[in-house]
């Protein structure tokens, strides 16, 4: 199985700030990755898909990147509405697989 | 508007069984795979179980395979998770999940999610 191994697990940040999430994949997946924000209670919503392309309706703040099979999510000037936690997700080879997902905190 | 709407959660004891359904409108839901993912406490989202357009275009988690049966119904818009075997390490919200595209295994809509309780 691909395992996907995300970092930070939290990290706290204000309003405006911009903060960086990271997956590395434990094998080549291509661009095969998507990033989901998930807010309690509520379903996932996805942000990115194919390393990074944009869904269409989400903010322009939020960008995804690929080096190798490190991958990367940006959200450039963090909102009050971004506070959830985030998630990777490979869906190159089954059994699909997501990251431990990384809570983003107020700080 | 996509809508997906889960329903059949419940309290069961280990051992015992549960069919979750996903009743899905606003799309042609014949032409889309489709998914269950969970998450369970203390862990993040899980994938369990995709389906494409045929009874042999399955697949399951490893730990499900073999207890757990994914199908869909295209005369009434559902999808399906027949659940045995239960245990308690597969206690958690359950979502049904829409294929972005077929042949692209990104999940663009959720349903709001069901929660299964394996307990005694």
């Known amino acids: 199985d691909i395992q996907m191994t995300q970092s930070p697990s939290s990290v706290s940040a204000s309003v405006g700030d911009r903060v960086t999430i990271t997956c590395r994949a434990s094998?080549?997946?291509?661009?095969?990755l998507a990033w989901y924000q998930h807010k309690p209670g509520k379903a996932p919503n996805l942000l990115i898909y194919a390393a990074s392309s944009l869904q269409s309706g989400v903010p322009s703040r939020f960008s995804g990147s690929r080096s190798g099979t490190d991958f990367t999510l940006t959200i450039s000037s963090l909102q009050p509405e971004d506070f959830a936690t985030y998630y990777c997700?490979?869906?190159?080879?089954?059994?699909?697989?997501f990251g431990g997902g990384t809570k983003v905190e107020i700080k | 508007e996509v809508q997906l709407v889960d329903s059949g959660g419940d309290l069961v004891q280990p051992g015992g069984s549960l069919r979750l359904s996903c009743a899905a409108s606003g799309f042609t839901f014949s032409s889309f795979p489709m998914a269950w993912v969970r998450q369970t406490p203390g862990r993040g989202l899980e994938w369990v179980s995709s389906i494409g357009f045929s009874v042999s275009d399955t697949y399951y988690a490893d730990s499900v395979k073999g207890r757990f049966s994914i199908s869909r119904d295209s005369s009434k818009n559902t999808l399906y998770l027949q659940m045995n075997s239960l245990r308690a390490e597969d206690t958690g919200v359950y979502y049904c999940?829409?294929?972005?595209?077929?042949?692209?295994?990104?999940?663009?809509?959720w349903g709001q999610g069901i929660l299964v309780t394996v307990s005694s």
């Open positions: 999940a829409k294929y972005r595209l077929s042949g692209q295994r990104y999940f663009d809509s």
């Open positions: 094998q080549d997946i291509s661009s095969s």
């Open positions: 997700h490979q869906t190159n080879t089954f059994p699909l697989t």
